[in-house]
């Protein structure tokens, strides 16, 4: 029980939260085109999940694809942009899956063989460029921050975090985001409260659970009972 615990607990306050929430077509949408599906910060329906009782916080994100080069080198990556107080509250053991200098407003953390490939040493400068929601070309320079090690394996070898700051600047969508995560007082009251927040937030919405967004987990856990 005790490592099934703690495989939940690493899933839901380092990776994932207790659940998410996306625009209806996200999920399906190619990764160039999942700027067209956002949520905005203004939406009073955000308000309304953060005033749910059992709901400890909710943390924007902005996912886009994005080129990161070091000047001589670049490479296709997956981005997210992190609101990085509230993302603390979402995720508190999150910090735990990054070697070296954590996430700062205009440096980025990448996954471990992006790291090993592009970067000669933290704070070396690098620069991002994606495509605007308009769809023009933008680049900003930033500095290498710290690298995900191997406990986030499962993040993916593409990906690269920035604050959420730098990437509203970049692809210029300033207070809207294309995810939300949510964390819960406790983990008997994710269903109860992810159907809840359905509820408040109509069809036009996508609340998934950790179990829905990791089934991979979720195997592994039947696995383990049935043994």
């Excluded at 949510?182 to 409260?193: C, F, G, K, N, Q």
């Amino acid at each position: 029980q005790g490592f099934q615990d703690s495989i939940i607990d690493d899933t839901i306050k380092a990776r994932t939260g207790a659940f998410q929430v996306h625009k209806v077509g996200y999920a399906d949408a190619a990764e160039d085109d999942r700027l067209k599906f956002v949520l905005e910060d203004r939406d009073p329906r955000l308000a309304q999940l953060r005033a749910l009782p059992g709901i400890i916080a909710v943390a924007p994100r902005l996912s886009f694809q994005a080129l990161l080069s070091n000047g001589r080198d670049s490479t296709l990556v997956l981005a997210s942009g992190v609101e990085m107080v509230q993302e603390a509250k979402v995720l508190p053991l999150a910090a735990g899956l990054i070697d070296g200098p954590q996430l700062a407003e205009r440096n980025c953390v990448l996954g471990k063989e992006l790291h090993s490939a592009l970067v000669d040493k933290p704070g070396s400068g690098m620069t991002m460029q994606a495509a605007t929601a308009r769809g023009r070309q933008n680049a900003l320079d930033l500095e290498a921050g710290g690298a995900l090690n191997a406990a986030a394996l499962l993040e993916g070898k593409r990906s690269a975090q920035v604050s959420m700051a730098f990437a509203r600047e970049l692809v210029q969508l300033p207070g809207q985001s294309t995810e939300w995560l949510v964390s819960t007082d406790s983990r008997d009251s994710i269903d109860e409260l992810a159907q809840q927040a359905r509820d408040l937030l109509g069809p036009g919405y996508v609340v998934e659970t950790w179990k829905q967004l990791r089934p991979a987990i979720q195997d592994v856990l039947t696995v383990q009972r049935i043994a």
